[in-house]
């Protein structure tokens, strides 16, 4: 679906949060789209570790968790976006826009007030 947008260049893919984490600091990309759960090592996790290594790269999650304590603990960490899975055709291009200008994207209904 990213790769529809001739804008955006995909620099890497990660097959688990521990190649994340590798490509995360090895590529230092300006957007990094997570799973929460990932094998190796869950997607807050690797988060942590990226931002610590790379703390330009944004982070936008893309999970089916939908969770209110779950969204709000992903972007206490320092996510810039959260989209679910069931809703990712429609937000995930609004949501790495909305991040990549420096704003922050939640699909709607995660959290109250919906997405910003």
Not at 87 to 102: C, I, Q, Y
């Amino acid at each position: 679906m990213l790769r529809e947008n001739l804008e955006w260049q995909i620099v890497g893919e990660a097959a688990d949060g521990l190649e994340a984490i590798q490509k995360g600091e090895e590529l230092r990309p300006d957007l990094i789209v997570l799973d929460i759960g990932m094998p190796k090592l869950n997607g807050m996790d690797a988060a942590r570790k990226i931002l610590k290594s790379s703390p330009d790269s944004k982070i936008i999650f893309v999970t089916q968790e939908s969770s209110s304590e779950v969204v709000l603990a992903a972007l206490s960490l320092g996510a810039r976006g959260y989209v679910t899975k069931t809703m990712a055709r429609s937000d995930l291009p609004a949501a790495v826009e909305a991040v990549l200008e420096g704003g922050w994207f939640v699909s709607s209904g995660l959290i109250t007030g919906g997405s910003s």
